[in-house]
């Protein structure tokens, strides 16, 4: 069964930076593309950044230049260094992969945004 844990979430003021880590069991991490994700109250989940079992990455427009997506296939963690962070940045943040033609999520991590 895939598991996927998110840590280091927390409240940090507009321009500051934060480092979210995916920890995965279950899952042969280092042949997979994982993502992160994150929803905002009343929205819908969106995609942030993904990155492939090549290490190719992909951002969403809005964290361009921002936030930062990488992999450490060894400790089977996936990471966000998330950086000059707005208030509209504030959401819970997911990681997520498709395995065996289905998405498995983990419960999230809450980040915050604010003065």
């Known amino acids: 069964q895939v598991h996927l844990v998110e840590s280091g979430g927390g409240l940090v003021q507009p321009g500051g930076s934060l480092r979210l880590s995916c920890k995965a069991s279950g899952i042969n991490f280092r042949l997979y593309s994982m993502g992160w994700y994150r929803q905002a109250p009343g929205n819908q989940r969106e995609l942030v950044a993904t990155?492939?079992?090549?290490?190719?990455?992909n951002y969403a427009d809005h964290v361009k230049g921002r936030f930062t997506i990488s992999r450490d296939n060894i400790r089977r963690t996936l990471y966000l260094q998330m950086n000059s962070l707005k208030p509209e940045d504030t959401a819970v943040y997911f990681c997520g992969t498709n395995y065996g033609g289905r998405p498995f999520w983990g419960r999230g991590t809450q980040v915050t945004v604010s003065s």
């Open positions: 990155i492939n079992n090549d290490g190719n990455q």
